[in-house]
């Protein structure tokens, strides 16, 4: 159970940083999906910022902390129930297999964290 709990946090962590790296950068396609689901520009930073906070927080808790990374791995299954809630909320259908496989990833990371 340890292991899997390391290699599903692991691909949570490189997943919320590349895509955090990708919402401060303003990459095309993250520019593209925000005004589909109608999230403004500005708000790019703080999402990122969000997305980056909950990989260093799941990294501490791989280093020890492990409420740290129960909390992180919680806020981020509610930050991505958002997004996809969002995806709905807009009817963009077409580019929601990115929020719900972020979200499974986060899910996967918090129940292996509580099991651990």
Do not use: C, Q
Not at 1 to 22: D, H, K, Q
Not at 24 to 42: D, I, T
Not at 43 to 60: R, T
Request: aromatic letters at 8%; proline letters at 3%; charged letters at 10%.
């Amino acid at each position: 159970m340890v292991m899997a709990y390391a290699i599903v946090t692991v691909l949570t962590i490189v997943a919320n940083a590349g895509i955090a790296a990708a919402d401060f950068a303003r990459a095309e396609f993250v520019l593209a999906n925000s005004a589909e689901v109608g999230v403004p520009r500005s708000w790019l930073p703080w999402l990122g910022a969000l997305k980056g906070a909950g990989a260093v927080g799941l990294l501490i808790g791989l280093l020890g902390v492990r409420p740290l990374g129960i909390a992180a791995a919680t806020g981020l299954v509610l930050f991505f129930i958002g997004a996809v809630v969002a995806h709905v909320r807009m009817r963009v259908y077409s580019t929601m297999v990115g929020p719900v496989g972020y979200l499974g990833l986060a899910v996967a990371s918090l129940v292996l964290a509580l099991l651990r």
